[in-house]
């Protein structure tokens, strides 16, 4: 069973930019979650998506978009990048509402 | 606003002992709790849940125990071992809510030898 992976692994932008992050779901999971962990902090959820749309959102602006594929791998898109950004993000897959999410190793995203 | 909180930002416990990591949470709409492990540099790894109408699940050393009116739950890890030093995060799904999980800011778990 191949779990959630994750790429790239680093990452460094600058301010203004706009980034993109993917992400392949575990085998048998049809839903994916975003999670943005700044340093000291627990995940912050940003959003999720079952069935290619965006299934529930966190408290985060709209430059913070994404998309879902067929085979359930996933892309989050930041568009003009602040310093603020810069975060560990985490990918989540599982079976659905009220299941286990199971994590990636994520993306260290620093902007200069 | 931290709707999930781990109140202790490390706890130290001697291997073979009882580890007992706390969580409070406000939101009465929670319906189901999670806790994960976090070694660094990799993702939270998925350790053991409840559901809201239990008060206590187990598996293997880990059980986590539930206090609905007291809006608390505890993870309790016997016995502690060397590979159990971690960061622990609980975090928890809200009913009829948006489907992410609402995480505290963890606790770091040392065990000492």
């Known amino acids: 069973e191949t779990g959630v992976t994750q790429s790239p692994t680093h990452l460094i932008k600058t301010r203004g930019q706009q980034v993109t992050l993917r992400c392949s779901s575990q085998?048998?999971?049809?839903?994916v979650s975003w999670y943005q962990q700044a340093l000291g902090q627990g995940p912050q959820f940003i959003f999720q998506?079952?069935?290619?749309?965006?299934?529930g959102r966190g408290n985060f602006p709209p430059r913070f978009s994404g998309l879902q594929f067929p085979n359930y791998s996933s892309e989050l898109n930041v568009n003009a990048l602040e310093l603020d950004d810069s975060a560990l993000y985490l990918c989540?897959?599982?079976?659905?509402?009220?299941?286990?999410?199971?994590f990636g190793d994520g993306t260290r995203l620093s902007i200069l | 606003d931290q709707q999930v909180k781990q109140n202790s930002p490390s706890l130290s416990v001697q291997e073979g002992r009882i580890s007992i990591l706390n969580c409070d949470y406000t939101?009465?709409?929670?319906?189901?709790f999670l806790w994960y492990k976090k070694y660094p540099a990799e993702g939270p790894t998925f350790l053991i849940s409840?559901?809201?109408?239990?008060d206590k699940n187990e598996d293997g050393r880990f059980t986590v125990f539930l206090n609905k009116s007291a809006k608390h739950l505890s993870l309790h890890i016997v016995p502690s071992q060397p590979g159990d030093s971690a960061v622990y995060f609980c975090?928890?799904?809200?009913?009829?809510?948006?489907?992410?999980?609402?995480f505290g800011k963890g606790t770091h778990l040392i065990i000492q030898p």
């Open positions: 989540a897959s599982s079976t659905g509402r009220g299941r286990p999410q199971h």
């Open positions: 085998s048998g999971h049809n839903t």
């Open positions: 998506y079952y069935r290619e749309e965006e299934n």
């Open positions: 939101n009465s709409m929670f319906d189901y």
């Open positions: 409840i559901s809201s109408i239990k």
């Open positions: 975090a928890a799904y809200e009913g009829g809510g948006a489907d992410g999980l609402t």
